[in-house]
């Protein structure tokens, strides 16, 4: 029975013979924003519905605030909500139906 020295074999079938060594290292567009890989579209879609809760939680926060205290000033907004105000510091419904 003939012994297979083990290190031998492994450095004559490196993983340069078989193009295992083919990584692709691009820049992060390549990378995260045009990928294909399954997982960095997992982690694209996990972030973009927890920003859009965020936002759409910040929103319902405002809108309820309004509801609540009708007649309270929302100006202090302004610069952040900018055409959504009122000048009497109110949420317009007609510009929200309008954008």
Same mark, same amino acid.
């Given at each position: 029975? !003939?012994?297979?020295? @083990? ?10 013979? $078989? ?5 692709? $290292?691009?820049? +992060? ?12 579209? !997992?982690?694209? +879609? @996990?972030?973009?519905?927890? !920003? /859009? ?5 910040? @929103? ?6 309004? *509801?609540? +205290?009708?007649?309270?000033? *929302?100006? /202090?907004?302004?610069?952040? @909500?900018?055409? /959504? ?11 929200? /139906?309008?954008?």
């Amino acid at each position: 029975m !003939a012994t297979v020295d @083990l290190h031998t074999h492994a450095e004559t079938h490196s993983h340069t013979e $078989h193009g295992h060594d083919e990584h692709h $290292h691009g820049n +992060f567009w390549t990378n995260y924003v045009f990928s294909e890989d399954h997982k960095v579209i !997992a982690k694209q +879609f @996990l972030i973009t519905g927890m !920003a /859009w809760a965020l936002i759409g939680g910040i @929103l319902s926060v405002l809108f309820r605030l309004q *509801l609540g +205290f009708p007649e309270s000033d *929302l100006s /202090w907004l302004k610069p952040i @909500l900018g055409g /959504w105000l009122t000048p009497e510091g109110k949420i317009d419904p007609e510009f929200i /139906w309008h954008w």
